[in-house]
């Protein structure tokens, strides 16, 4: 089996920071589509199991490498809260 170690830590990251990132909306299908941006911006980290994705993680202990994560994740948070895309028709928004 191959992982992406970065959608997991991405996915930890979105629920950490949830609070903070102001979204229009945190519906599942909204936190999807920053989920699905941001992964597509930053670089993919595979791994053969689970038990490897604490190895990717611990790289980013660093704060800058952290901070940079953080920095896609407003800004893709921010792209996804100017233009949902799932149907808003009688759907609670939080």
């Known amino acids: ?3 992406n170690a970065m959608e997991k830590i991405m996915a930890e990251l979105l629920e950490e920071y949830l ?4 979204m229009s909306c945190t519906c599942e299908a909204c936190k ?3 989920l699905a941006l941001v992964l597509n911006k930053v670089k ?3 791994v053969t199991d689970e038990g490897k994705v604490a190895y990717v993680k611990a790289k980013y202990i660093d704060k800058q490498e952290l901070t940079s994560l953080i920095v896609e994740l407003v800004e893709c948070a921010k792209i996804v809260s100017k233009q ?3 149907q808003q ?3 609670e928004n939080n």
């Open 89 to 91: 028709k009688g759907e």
């Open 84 to 86: 949902p895309t799932h």
């Open 19 to 22: 609070d903070q990132l102001q």
């Open 1 to 3: 089996m191959v992982i």
């Open 32 to 34: 999807a589509d920053v």
């Open 44 to 46: 993919p980290r595979y």
